[in-house]
């Protein structure tokens, strides 16, 4: 059974950082692209981040270019969201997503599997 | 970037309805559309991928269309469980944009 926890989240001041994890179990983690996606309170479904099953190649929402970083360690299993210079408008629940495969075959791009997601609230 | 227009925002329907939503695209994206469920306070879950492969598990009273760059998602015959908010993703390449949604209630 596919299971996707995500960790890492919490209350974090404007300006501040926070790294976000989702650990990965029941399928070969290496052969699957990963994302994160973002729900803030009320609103709909907002993709943030893609990174490669291989890790050569990730992509950015203009809405976090430049201010989060996707990664993952495919030893561990494991997928990151490095987040820096966090405002307001990044309050959501952040959820991981496993991609049906590897990016390079464009039909397995889409999201198989959700994990349940981690809250992130920026404020003062 | 490619924008994803989805419609009607929400819908009322009676149980046994035929219920449609559809999702349009700004510019090609072949068939790589998603349709995704989300009950309240739970996890999206794929309904349809390749904008007209039902997902295993899914009931078949769900479909998918595509006709150019308008995709369709269709319940032939609409049941309480089905009470949802259902978003269209493209897939084809970055940014994996996702519609605005439709809230889906029974009347």
């Known amino acids: 059974e596919v299971q996707l926890l995500e960790s890492g989240g919490g209350l974090v001041q404007p300006g501040g950082s926070l790294r976000l994890s989702c650990a990965a179990s029941?399928?070969?983690?290496?052969?699957?692209?990963m994302s994160w996606v973002r729900q803030a309170p009320g609103k709909g479904l907002e993709w943030v981040s893609t990174?490669?099953?291989?890790?050569?190649?990730?992509y950015y929402a203009d809405s976090v270019k430049g201010r989060f970083t996707i990664s993952r360690d495919n030893s561990k299993n494991t997928l990151y969201l490095q987040m820096s210079s966090l405002r307001a408008d990044d309050t959501a629940v952040y959820s991981c997503?496993?991609?049906?495969?590897?990016?390079?075959?464009?039909?397995?791009?889409?999201?198989?599997?959700w994990g349940q997601g981690t809250l992130v609230t920026v404020s003062s | 970037d490619i924008q994803m227009t989805q419609s009607p925002s929400s819908l009322s329907a009676s149980v046994g309805d035929r219920v449609t939503i559809t999702c349009r695209a700004s510019?090609?994206?072949?068939?790589?559309l998603a349709w995704y469920q989300q009950k309240p306070g739970k996890v999206p879950k794929l309904l349809i991928y390749?904008?007209?492969t039902l997902q295993s598990g899914v009931p078949s009273r769900f479909s998918g269309s595509r006709s150019g760059t308008d995709f369709s998602l269709t319940i032939s015959s609409l049941q309480p469980e089905d009470v949802a908010t259902y978003y269209c993703q493209k897939y084809d390449s970055a940014p994996w944009t996702f519609g605005q949604g439709t809230k889906v209630e029974i009347k």
């Open positions: 390749a904008a007209s």
């Open positions: 997503a496993k991609s049906y495969g590897r990016l390079g075959v464009a039909g397995s791009r889409y999201f198989h599997h």
């Open positions: 990174i490669s099953d291989s890790t050569e190649n990730t």
């Open positions: 029941g399928f070969t983690f290496s052969t699957c692209a």
């Open positions: 510019q090609g994206i072949s068939n790589y």
